[in-house]
């Protein structure tokens, strides 16, 4: 898995393909967002950027982050995931306090289509953390409208009039929505 960036699926779209609900899933249900935290570093949300706030259209459910923790007998630190609801920060995804000799991986699941929020509250004292965040929608439908959705750390919004492309649908960016 690479270090940071999209990571595709092999599986990709090229020019002049059919553009299938079954593919979209596919090429969507992989890494969207991927990192490391390095040793003893401080604050989890500055190394996924956007303040640790990404934008995922997948199912409730389905996987959207995984973080491995792993600390030896001094550190630790406290592991929150949180969702924008009714103006807020309202909705604790994933609450986790990690002491001394941790070692687990954080596994979170998405409670809906929206804004979310993965932070450390505390000032984490851990070995490197590597993060994957999974934002595609995985629950695209044959019949419904295709739609370009905005990047993982810009919004939900969809952008319509966008042009659909392989690159573009590459992205993990497109989806489908409504009923024709």
């Known amino acids: 898995m ?4 999209l990571w595709l699926t092999d599986m990709s779209f090229a020019q002049g393909s059919l553009i299938t609900a079954s593919e979209l899933n596919s090429v969507n249900s992989g ?5 490391t935290m390095s040793d003893s570093a401080d604050w989890i949300q500055d190394w996924i950027g956007n303040s640790g706030i990404f934008y995922t259209h ?4 389905s996987l959207i982050m995984t973080a491995y923790f792993r600390c030896g007998w001094f550190g630790g630190g406290n592991f929150r995931v ?8 309202n909705e604790m995804v ?5 002491g001394w000799s941790t070692n687990t991986t954080a596994y979170v699941y998405s409670t809906g289509p929206g804004q979310y929020r993965a932070y450390s509250d505390t000032a984490f004292q851990f070995a490197a ?6 934002c595609g929608q995985t629950d695209c439908t044959t019949g419904k409208y295709l739609t370009v959705y905005d990047g993982f750390q810009s919004s939900i919004n969809t952008l319509s009039g966008t042009s659909l ?3 573009i649908c590459n992205s993990q960016r497109v989806g489908t929505l409504g009923t024709p």
């Open 165 to 167: 492309t392989a690159s």
């Open 31 to 35: 890494v969207s967002l991927s990192g």
């Open 129 to 134: 953390i590597p993060w994957s965040i999974y």
């Open 2 to 5: 690479p270090s940071g960036g």
């Open 94 to 98: 994933y609450s986790a306090n990690y």
């Open 58 to 61: 997948r199912p409730a459910g």
């Open 82 to 89: 949180a969702k924008w609801v009714n103006g807020g920060w």
